[in-house]
């Protein structure tokens, strides 16, 4: 237990509660999340052929695959199901606005943006 005189360190905090956890259900999570959602689906089936996309956290990258023409550089931290294909993952618990404010600061521009099945979404341009 740890002691409320010596917390522990972020990282070590961070490696119990977030990473080994999410290591230990990714397997059954990963198959509840077998098809893309709609709205994402949708948004890169109407992007330019050549288009790059960043898809942060992509878990299984079952949206890898929704459009050939479209290039998706994906991040993860668990292995996936292939185990050729292993991600990096940077987690953040956003507050509402701040994903939006994130953007902004990278000189992004909103085209959409919400909250949905507990994950904050945005679809920007630069």
């Not at 509840?32 to 288009?51: C, D, M, N």
């Not at 940077?90 to 600061?105: A, F, T």
Request: charged content about 25%; hydrophobic content about 35%.
């Amino acid at each position: 237990m740890e002691s409320q005189a010596h917390p522990p360190e972020p990282e070590s905090y961070e490696d119990r509660h977030v990473h080994q956890v999410y290591q230990q259900i990714a397997p059954h999570f990963s198959s509840t999340r077998y098809k893309p959602w709609p709205i994402v689906e949708r948004f890169l089936k109407e992007l330019p052929a050549g288009s790059v996309g960043l898809d942060v956290g992509c878990g299984n990258g079952k949206y890898l695959a929704v459009d050939a023409n479209v290039f998706i550089v994906a991040s993860d931290r668990v292995g996936v199901a292939d185990q050729s294909r292993t991600f990096q993952r940077y987690y953040h618990l956003y507050r509402s606005g701040e994903l939006e404010h994130d953007i902004g600061l990278a000189g992004g521009t909103i085209l959409d943006a919400g909250y949905e099945k507990d994950n904050w979404w945005a679809i920007a341009a630069r």
